[in-house]
Nanobody, 122 residues
Framework: VQLQASGGGFVQAGGSLRLSCAAV????????MGWYRQAPGKQRELVAD???????NYADDVKGRFTISRDNAQNRVVLQMDSLRPEDTAVYYC?????????????????WGQGTQVTVSS
């Protein structure tokens, strides 16, 4: 499985950006896809994720500003980021977790995409 991420860039505070990530390869019908971020000198942290069933989860500091959505047919997840703040500046990574193997056995496998830089100026 390869995760192909796109989007990111440079924006002023209050602006918007959109990140997209597509999984190429078998990810199964039971999976979770999402975005993490890592700022300089900090640990990688969850931004938002969403299950194949549609359940989403957000970090507290992005609730109400970011929206995650997905297209199961395309195995694609999109993160719409609005009202961006300078503290949102980080490298953003797409993550996918395939929860079951080809035989249906519970066997979580984690995949990471390449990072994409998001920079928000004040």
């Amino acid at each position: 499985v390869q995760l192909q991420a796109s989007g990111g860039g440079f924006v002023q505070a209050g602006g918007s950006l959109r990140l997209s990530c597509a999984a190429v390869g078998y990810i199964g019908y039971d999976n979770v896809m999402g975005w993490y971020r890592q700022a300089p000198g900090k640990q990688r942290e969850l931004v938002a994720d969403i299950s194949s069933g549609g359940s989403s989860n957000y970090a507290d500091d992005v609730k109400g500003r970011f929206t995650i959505s997905r297209d199961n047919a395309q195995n694609r997840v999109v993160l719409q980021m609005d009202s961006l703040r300078p503290e949102d500046t980080a490298v953003y990574y797409c993550k996918a977790v395939r929860l079951r193997s080809l035989t249906g056995t519970l066997d979580p496998t984690v995949y990471w995409g390449q990072g994409t830089q998001v920079t928000v100026s004040s």
